[in-house]
């Protein structure tokens, strides 16, 4: 029973528009929401993350929205670049005592063409 | 600055063989995991450590032992292996209070069990 989806396998953008990356939920107890990106062969890197208290962070480019009725957030990338052409996962965070464990979509690849 | 590092990167079993993948960070991190990546899927949770001397199950702990060895090396090990542990393994670790609930990932080791 998968409790992060990212129901989108892939998705092409063009360069300098906009690229809108989703994610569902289904458990509440989720107290952070983070989005990783991974290339080929390397180990994920952190993007961005949300608090569940809020519902949108920004970063230079990079946007998230949580809707916590809806159980969905959403990574924003503006303007796109092919430099962000990779994997990226949406991750759902449980703090237990001094450790958080983090649960994963499935990823959705992004290809950014010129 | 390393970061994380795992050893080895690659390797070839047979199926009931034995071995241990290898973790260590020098970020002075309390808590370590161990993910595992199989195609098309997320990374999923074997097990983590929320500090030296303490290790608990994740979602997929079946098949593997963990072994806190100090505060800044966490090991994997596969008693008797089997084809459905061929996989990318992933080795993280994080701050205790982190504000983002961030985990710095290693390169990965992958695996294969024939």
């Known amino acids: 029973d998968q409790q992060v989806k990212q129901n989108s396998p892939s998705l092409s953008v063009q360069e300098g528009r906009i690229s809108i990356l989703n994610c569902d939920y289904t458990n509440s107890m989720f107290d952070y929401f983070l989005w990783y990106k991974k290339y080929p062969a390397e180990g994920p890197t952190f993007l961005i993350s949300i608090s569940s208290i809020k519902d949108k962070n920004e970063d230079g480019r990079f946007t998230v929205f949580l809707n916590k009725s809806a159980k969905h957030l959403s990574l924003h990338i503006v303007p796109s670049q092919p430099g962000d052409s990779a994997v990226y996962f949406c991750?759902?965070?449980?703090?237990?005592?001094?450790?958080?464990?983090?649960?994963f979509g499935t990823g959705t690849r992004l290809q950014v063409t010129l | 600055n390393a970061g994380v590092t795992q050893t080895p990167k690659f390797q070839v079993l047979k199926t009931g063989q034995s071995m241990t993948l290898q973790c260590a960070q020098d970020m002075n991190h309390n808590s370590m995991y161990w993910y595992r990546q199989d195609p098309g899927m997320g990374l999923r949770l074997i097990y983590y450590s929320a500090s030296e001397g303490t290790t608990d199950k994740g979602e997929v702990p079946n098949g593997y032992n963990v072994s806190r060895l100090n505060k800044r090396e966490f090991s994997l090990r596969l008693e008797s292996a089997a084809p459905s542990q061929t996989s990318v393994y992933f080795c993280?670790?994080?701050?205790?209070?982190?504000?983002?609930?961030?985990?710095?990932f290693g390169p990965g080791t992958r695996l294969t069990v024939t």
């Open positions: 991750a759902a965070s449980q703090r237990t005592g001094t450790a958080s464990k983090l649960t």
């Open positions: 993280a670790s994080s701050v205790v209070w982190d504000s983002s609930h961030e985990q710095y």
